[in-house]
């Protein structure tokens, strides 16, 4: 089953429990949390008290998205707050192995993500371990930003890697998916699919939630 993670970047900060609560009612299926330092990305978003926060407005996974140096720091703390799954960038790890290692040692699931400057080859060991791999189809850092072409292909190639090693692994894509491409990224391989903008649009999350997965 194809999986709808929103990510609350789009959300009114000012409300967000309640956010999260509509998101739950109106059939999200995880909840995608942007964490982001203003230095491995130029912006800044909140951090882990927010996290502990909101953890009590619903039962549904924890999807924690680490934009930031030196995520090792940080997958316990948010592991102990609730995160289900946790990902860290290709590009702000050198020891990208023993992090993703780290957070399963932890009870989470470990996923990877990369940049769209950065090949999927790099992924292809790091598929023995990850429970995710994150194909970010925008430059991390902003909302709102518009789908990068080449990104389907980059799907296509962790497809095939996932089915040549037999894991079960799961694929997510993130940065904007829109009603009129979610087909086109199911079809190349995306399992997970986040989506900020096209979520919270004119406010009505329960219609744009349908509207997503109708157009898959
Ligand atoms: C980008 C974030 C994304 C973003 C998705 O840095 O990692 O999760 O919030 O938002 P949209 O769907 O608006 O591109
Ligand atoms: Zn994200």
Request: overall charge neutral; proline content about 4%.
């Amino acid at each position: 089953m194809i999986k709808l993670a929103p990510s609350i970047l789009a959300a009114d900060f000012s409300k967000l429990g309640e956010e999260i609560k509509k998101l739950d009612e109106a059939g999200a299926d995880i909840i995608h949390i942007d964490i982001m330092d203003g230095n491995f990305v130029p912006n800044i978003s909140f951090g882990l008290p927010v996290v502990r926060d909101i953890r009590k407005y619903t039962k549904l996974p924890f999807d924690v998205h680490l934009m930031i140096e030196e995520p090792s720091k940080y997958v316990e703390q948010f592991a102990k707050i609730g995160a289900d799954i946790i990902s860290i960038h290709y590009e702000s790890d050198k020891h990208i192995d023993r992090t993703l290692n780290y957070i399963k040692s932890l009870g989470v699931k470990a996923a990877v993500a990369i940049n769209p400057g950065t090949p999927t080859t790099v992924l292809r060991d790091l598929m023995n371990i990850a429970d995710m791999v994150v194909i970010m189809s925008v430059n991390p850092g902003f909302g709102g930003q518009k789908y990068i072409d080449y990104s389907y292909d980059k799907i296509r190639e962790i497809k095939s890697y996932a089915d040549k090693l037999g894991r079960d692994i799961l694929i997510e894509v993130d940065g904007g998916v829109d009603k009129d491409n979610i087909k086109k990224v199911k079809d190349a391989g995306a399992n997970v699919i986040v989506a900020g903008s096209a979520v919270f649009k004119n406010g009505d999350i329960k219609k744009n939630i349908e509207l997503l997965k109708g157009s898959m």
